[in-house]
C-alpha cells in the first residue's frame, strides 16, 4: 500500500495524518475556498492528496457553471480521475489511498460520492448543519448502505482562524 509522508494506515485500514500535514493541506483549502467566495460561489474548496501530491482540487462552481452538481468534492473527483488516466493509474488504487481535505463537512450528495470512489478519509473544517453527509444531517460516511462501497473516515479539524473566516463567511 502506498501512504503519503506524515499519515500512515493502520493494521486496520485506519488511516492517520499528522496536524502538521492537516494545517498544511487545510490551509490551501481555505485559499481555494476564498477564491469560490470572490467568484460570487459558497466558499468551499478542497484537495484530493494521493501520496504527498494533490491530485484533484477544487471550489464551488455551481454559480459560474449554473449546474448544481459543480460542488467542490465533484470538481476535485473529475480532477482526480484525470489525473489517473493522464498517468495509466487505476483509479481505484488512487481513490482508495487518498485523503480528501475540505473546508466544509461535505453533503449528502458530495458523501456518497466520495464514498462510492471509496475515499478513507475525509478531513473538515466545519460542520454544515444544512446539508451535511458526514453527521450533521444524513450520516452517509459511516451508514450501513448496502452495494456503496466502505464507509470512511471523518476528521473534524479545528483551527481558530480557519474556524473563525468559515463561520463568519458560510455560518458553519
Not at 494545517?23 to 477564491?35: R, T
Not at 474548496?45 to 448544481?68: D, F, I, S, W
Request: a negative charge; aromatic letters at 6%.
Amino acid at each position: 500500500m502506498e501512504v503519503k509522508a506524515g499519515s500512515t494506515a493502520g493494521t486496520d485500514g485506519a488511516y492517520s495524518v499528522s496536524a502538521e500535514e492537516t494545517e498544511k493541506w487545510m490551509e490551501q483549502a481555505m485559499q481555494m475556498a476564498k477564491d469560490a467566495l470572490d467568484n460570487t460561489e459558497v466558499p468551499v474548496g478542497c484537495l484530493m492528496v494521493y501520496n504527498n501530491e494533490v491530485v484533484g482540487k477544487g471550489r464551488n462552481e455551481v454559480n459560474q457553471t449554473k449546474n448544481a452538481t459543480r460542488h467542490a468534492e465533484m470538481v476535485a473527483i473529475d480532477q482526480a480521475l484525470d489525473w489517473c488516466r493522464r498517468r495509466g493509474k487505476s483509479p481505484s488504487e488512487v481513490f482508495e489511498h487518498t485523503v480528501l481535505y475540505v473546508t466544509v463537512e461535505p453533503c449528502i450528495m458530495c458523501a456518497a460520492a466520495l464514498r462510492l470512489m471509496r475515499i478513507p478519509l475525509v478531513v473538515y473544517g466545519c460542520q454544515n448543519e444544512r446539508f451535511g453527509g458526514c453527521g450533521s444531517v444524513l450520516d452517509i460516511a459511516s451508514a450501513d448502505l448496502p452495494s456503496t462501497g466502505k464507509p470512511f473516515q471523518l476528521s473534524y479539524f479545528i483551527s481558530a482562524p480557519l474556524d473563525i473566516g468559515l463561520r463568519r463567511r458560510w455560518r458553519c
